[in-house]
Nanobody
Framework: QVQLVESGGGLVQPGGSLRLSCAASGSIFRINGMGWYRQAPGKERELVASIINGGRRNYVDSVKGRFTISRDNAKNTIYLQMNSLKPEDTAVYYC???????????????WGQGTQVTVSS
């Protein structure tokens, strides 16, 4: 079993900041990459930011310069620091990880349960 547990969502005013965390645990042999997706009401889920082995980061254009993804390999945890938040950032944020499962010896994508981020005055 592999689990992703997210934390850090909430309500924040425009221009404010939030930090999301996602910890992976369980039968992990290797994590190939992790990332954050978001889904707003009535919209498709989109990739917000990702980080792969070696540290390369990618961001969707709408968050570049405002969001920063980071990773603590020792803790199998990633973070998403979100600054200068805008109402259009409101969404459920999901953690995703591509993991080589130690028990099944297969590589699969795993998802967290999601955390709500609401940007409103």
């Amino acid at each position: 079993q592999v689990q992703l547990v997210e934390s850090g969502g909430g309500l924040v005013q425009p221009g404010g900041s939030l930090r999301l965390s996602c910890a992976a645990s369980g039968s992990i042999f290797r994590i190939n990459g992790m990332g954050w997706y978001r889904q707003a009401p009535g919209k498709e889920r989109e990739l917000v930011a990702s980080i792969i082995n070696g540290g390369r980061r990618n961001y969707v254009d709408s968050v570049k310069g405002r969001f920063t993804i980071s990773r603590d390999n020792a803790k199998n945890t990633i973070y998403l620091q979100m600054n200068s938040l805008k109402p259009e950032d409101t969404a459920v944020y999901y953690c995703n990880a591509n993991i080589w499962n130690e028990d099944t010896t297969r590589v699969n994508d795993y998802w967290g349960q999601g955390t709500q981020v609401t940007v409103s005055s």
